[in-house]
């Protein structure tokens, strides 16, 4: 097993991988290029999730840290799957991983997550879309009078830790057999609940600050997260 090597930042060559790929997404060039992705790319992303994995546990100590690159850890796989998509490039142009929380796949559990382009990283916490069977739980939650105010105090303090977005209303109406007057009947409209950062940009990801940055970000959105984990032991 090679060793993971500390975290010192994206190299610049790794965010220019990035840009270069975009305008050249096929095999060939990717081939000639693959020295490049794995020094540049690849290796340091390993070393990234491993260290801010660590600090996240710190918080959140059920998360899966798992620096693999294979898809089945953290990190997203890279190549992407064109079966049933138009688009038919055969490589992602971001990196992008997930901490997720509990025995279900991970992006069906409350997680941390990271997008990076060539010049920017997003940050997320929370549930991107809902199963069914938590979907239900998650509407129970709302309506309880002690989990809803716990998720209404978990709403706040992520408001006021900074410029955090809260996302995933995604339906017009209250579902049927719901009060359309409850207090918390608009987030009866959600099929998913995730809070995001502001922008990272470029300058901060070829440093090695840019975990303890990310980690501050994840830990002020995540009460979310942390309610969202109550709720789906709840379908385990």
């Known amino acids: 097993m090679s060793v993971i090597q500390p975290f010192r930042g994206f190299p610049k060559q790794g965010l220019q991988f990035l840009k270069e790929l975009a305008a050249n997404n096929n095999r060939a060039w990717f081939l000639a290029h693959k020295a490049e992705y794995e020094s540049y790319l690849l290796n340091p992303a390993v070393a990234f999730v491993t260290a801010l994995g660590a600090k996240l546990q710190s918080i959140s100590p059920g998360i899966h840290v798992d620096p693999r690159s294979s898809g089945s850890g953290n990190l997203m796989r890279f190549h992407r799957d064109t079966r049933f ?32 382009e ?18 239900a739980a998650y509407r129970q939650a709302v309506v309880d009078e002690g989990r809803g105010l716990a998720l209404e105090a978990a709403l706040r303090s992520v408001a006021q830790a900074g410029d955090y977005k ?9 579902p049927r057999d719901f009060d359309a007057e409850h207090p918390r009947a608009d987030l009866l409209r959600y099929n998913a609940l995730y809070a995001s950062s502001p922008q990272i940009g470029p300058d901060a990801l070829t440093t090695p600050d ?14 979310l997260q942390q309610w969202l984990v109550q709720v789906s032991q709840a379908v385990e």
């Open 166 to 174: 809260i996302s995933g209303e995604h339906y017009k109406r209250v």
């Open 85 to 116: 998509s138009a688009d038919k490039s055969p490589y992602k142009t971001a990196i992008a991983g997930m901490f997720w929380e509990g025995p279900g796949k991970k992006t069906q559990s409350p997680a941390f997550g990271f997008h990076m």
């Open 118 to 135: 060539a010049a920017s990283m997003d940050l997320m916490a929370g549930i991107f879309m809902f199963s069914k069977p938590l979907l």
């Open 210 to 223: 840019l975990v303890d940055l990310c980690f501050e970000h994840l830990r002020s959105i995540a009460p």
